[in-house]
Structure formats: structure tokens, C-alpha cells
């Protein structure tokens, strides 16, 4: 995985808890995104940033919010969890237009 | 809209085999495609990139083949591999000139390779 980490890897908690993901890079990338993924859905945009402190929503955004406020680490809060937001959450990097590198993926658990 | 439709969505092969995946896609214009390839419990990792002006590109065994007329994209594998076993997945990445920076997923294609 290019220079890319997310933490946790795994997660469970329990509905009604504040939720954050963090994604790290070490690369330098301008863009980077959110991903969930979930059976039968393939991966689905929840926000982007295209730069420090520029963020953008994505086909999934609602209940989540992001923050970006260095280059280097974006952020994915779950402000309230909910079961629907059990998934595979995918972190990836980029110059736009170009390859998009993918973190290993964190997996959280809604009980 | 801007979709990326892939098919079949499951495949079986027995090892040795070669197999031709299907992308279809309604964004317009775009800057390239890519196909990726994703092992279970990791996230994708690219196999393949092409502009709107290539029509095809090899990396070792995968060869991707464009057509942009009809925006039509395949994936060949040839002499599958147990490794081969992953999902497949069809991106699309719209043109700077939309405006967006925003890369259109296909839902994949999961194949699985039998000994």
C-alpha cells in the first residue's frame, strides 16, 4: 500500500457512539476520498477533499463528516453511529486523473 | 447520469482457462479508464489505465481493450491463475472539464478460479 495507513483496522461499537476514522498519507497526494463498500454496492463516494480544509460531499454523505487540516491526514466522523453504517470503509489518495492508491481498509461493526 | 455498469457480476473459471470481462460506461467526456483489481480484505490496486484515444493495453496476462464509440470496455485474463481469484473493478475518471473530481465505480465483477 503506497504510503497510505488507516486506523483502526477494526471497529465495533454500538449505536449512538461517536465514531472517527483516520487516513494517513505520506505521499504528498492533493485528493483524497472516503469510500465505503458494501455487498452488491461496490464502492460509493461518502466525501473527498481536493486540498487542506476543501472538502465535498459524496452520493453517501449523510451522518458522516469529514476533516482535513493538513496535507497529510483526513478524518471520517460518524457524529452518531447507526447499524446502516456497518461497512468496509476504503481511504485512497490521488492526483486527480491519475491512479488512485487505496488504504487496507478499516472494518466497523454497528451493534 | 454518469454510471459504470459491469458484467458478469460473478464468474467461474477452472484454472488455465482465459475469461473477458465487460465494462460499459455513460460518461462523457472522461479522462481515462482504469481497471483494478481487488483481493478479498484489500483494498483495489490498479491493473490497467487508457485515454479515450488507446484502444487497448497489456499488463502481463491482462489486456484491456477500449472503445470509445460505443463506450465499451473488456478486461481478458489469459491462463487464469488461483491468484486471479479477486474482484475486478471499472473506474472511470470524468474529464477535468466537468468539473469535478469525482471517479465513477463500476460495481465489479467477482471471479473466482477453481484448481
Known amino acids: 500500500d503506497a504510503g497510505i495507513t488507516q486506523s483502526p483496522r477494526h471497529k465495533v461499537t454500538e449505536t449512538g457512539t461517536p465514531v472517527t476514522l483516520r487516513c494517513h498519507q505520506t505521499e504528498n497526494h492533493r485528493y483524497m476520498y472516503w469510500y465505503r463498500q458494501d455487498p452488491g454496492h461496490g464502492l460509493r463516494l461518502i466525501h473527498y477533499s481536493y486540498g487542506v480544509k476543501d472538502t465535498d460531499k459524496g452520493e453517501v454523505s449523510d451522518g458522516y463528516s469529514v476533516s482535513r487540516s493538513k496535507t497529510e491526514d483526513f478524518l471520517l466522523t460518524l457524529e452518531s453511529a447507526t447499524s446502516s453504517q456497518t461497512s468496509v470503509y476504503f481511504c485512497?489518495?490521488?492526483?486527480?486523473?491519475?491512479?488512485?492508491?487505496f488504504g487496507p481498509g478499516t472494518r466497523l461493526t454497528v451493534l | 447520469k454518469n454510471q459504470v455498469e459491469q458484467s458478469p457480476q460473478s464468474l467461474i473459471i477452472l484454472e488455465g482457462k482465459n475469461c473477458t470481462l465487460q465494462?460499459?460506461?455513460?460518461?462523457?467526456?472522461?479522462?481515462?479508464l482504469r481497471w483494478y483489481k481487488q483481493d478479498t480484505g484489500r483494498g483495489p490496486v490498479s491493473l490497467t489505465i487508457m485515454t479515450f484515444s488507446e484502444n487497448t493495453k497489456s499488463n502481463g496476462r491482462y489486456t484491456a481493450t477500449l472503445d470509445a464509440d460505443t463506450k465499451q470496455s473488456s478486461l481478458h485474463i489469459t491462463a487464469s491463475q488461483l491468484s486471479d481469484s479477486a474482484s475486478y473493478i471499472c473506474v472511470v475518471s470524468p474529464s477535468f472539464t466537468s468539473g469535478t473530481y469525482k471517479y465513477i465505480f463500476g460495481t465489479g465483477t467477482r471471479l473466482k478460479v477453481l484448481a
Open positions: 465494462c460499459n460506461y455513460t460518461v462523457s467526456p472522461f479522462s481515462n
Open positions: 485512497a489518495i490521488s492526483e486527480y486523473g491519475n491512479e488512485q492508491f
